[in-house]
């Protein structure tokens, strides 16, 4: 397994943008696909968007296509989410997950293997 430690998390008017990113430790990181969920208060947690272990295919969900953009290093064991145009639903604790086996896209948290702590992220109007 690996284990996933969350950053850039922060407070941003709507419109602005923030990075996040995701490390993991351990030398299997490219056996995985990685996602990035989101749970904002009193709601589910929900699939934000999901990269494949080669970083060659990416899936988004409705709510965030267009204005968020998932990406990997694997010589860096990083994950990031670049957000843009942040909006105050974008409210939430972000979380990063991996998943070894799936179907892709892995867009049910239950798939998933391993979770990082979230960081919070707070969008004003």
């Known amino acids: 397994q690996v284990q996933l430690v969350e950053s850039g998390g922060g407070l941003v008017q709507a419109g602005g943008s923030l990075r996040l990113s995701c490390a993991a430790s351990g030398r299997t990181f490219t056996s995985y696909a990685m996602g990035w969920f989101r749970q904002a208060p009193g709601k589910e947690r929900e699939f934000v968007s999901a990269i494949s272990w080669s970083g060659g295919s990416t899936y988004y969900a409705d709510s965030v296509k267009g204005r968020f953009t998932m990406s990997r290093d694997n010589a860096k064991n990083t994950v990031y989410l670049q957000m843009n145009s942040l909006k105050p639903e974008d409210t939430a604790v972000y979380y990063c997950?991996?998943?070894?086996?799936?179907?892709?896209?892995?867009?049910?948290?239950?798939?998933?293997?391993?979770w990082g702590q979230g960081t919070q992220v707070t969008v004003s109007s």
């Open positions: 997950a991996a998943v070894k086996g799936y179907h892709w896209p892995p867009l049910s948290e239950t798939e998933y293997d391993c």
